[in-house]
């Protein structure tokens, strides 16, 4: 029997589009997570509504892996451009990902005040030496060749903006301030920001079970490109082309 392939979006309006295009469809709740078991074009697929932010799309990811036993993950949904070279609708194939909300700040005394701008040791929240105290590193999950080329194999078939590969960060943070956004894409080499890929990474990457994260620019403060709720199903009807690809190349 094949194992599924699991495809996560946080929101209503990342995920329920692809549950829909699913066939002989179960669903399934565990805690506050959701699962749509069925097929697509004959394969196996799980669509999993993962929740908004780190924590919940850990929670999720390691559900889904011990209940499911997933051949792979792909993690989608919209995204904050840190790229004035992108636009609203263009998709990001994410090399790697990075967690952008895990840092060391420096030591400033009482009404010294705080500066973002100056926290640029990175903590490493997986790190080879679990008796550093002080796991100083920008870690970079980098994702599964077969799923990256299964999605550059067809990228070809959007027509709805360009797709691009690069860094994609996470954090339990909206950024707002383009000094920070510029902050991150220079020290942490981001394109664009979510709230889930990193954790999801960083779970898939402990049971060894392939990932890809892949987001759609849903909105770009640094050129002044604001939010299109379109953009979420323009990349769920790609994310299905790459998972069938994948699959048809196992």
Request: proline share 4%.
């Amino acid at each position: 029997m094949r194992q599924p392939l699991i495809i996560q979006g946080a929101l209503p309006v990342e995920c329920e589009h692809l549950a829909s295009q699913l066939t002989d469809v179960e669903k399934e709740t565990v805690g506050g997570w959701v699962f749509w078991k069925g097929l697509y074009q004959g394969f196996p697929i799980i669509i999993s509504k993962t929740r908004m932010g780190m924590t919940n799309s850990a929670a999720a990811t390691a559900i889904a892996i011990l209940k499911y036993q997933p051949c792979a993950i792909i993690n989608q949904g919209t995204s904050g451009g840190h790229d004035p070279a992108l636009n609203v609708f263009d998709i990001v194939l994410g090399q790697a990902v990075c967690n952008i909300g895990a840092f060391k700040t420096p030591k400033r005394q009482q009404g010294e005040g705080s500066d973002s701008l100056t926290w640029v040791e990175a903590f490493d929240v997986l790190p080879e030496d679990e008796t550093d105290p002080e796991p100083i590193a920008i870690r970079h999950f980098l994702a599964d060749e077969g799923l990256l080329s299964a999605a550059q194999y067809i990228k070809a078939s959007y027509t709805q903006g360009k797709v691009v590969e690069g860094i994609i960060g996470s954090a339990d943070v909206w950024n707002n301030e383009l000094d920070r956004i510029a902050f991150f894409r220079e020290t942490y080499g981001t394109v664009t920001e979510e709230m889930e890929g990193a954790s999801v990474a960083q779970v898939a990457t402990q049971f060894n079970v392939p990932f890809l994260a892949l987001r759609v620019v849903s909105n770009n403060l640094t050129n002044q490109q604001g939010y299109d709720a379109a953009t979420g199903q323009a990349c769920q009807d790609f994310v299905f082309k790459v998972a069938y690809q994948y699959l048809m190349q196992l």
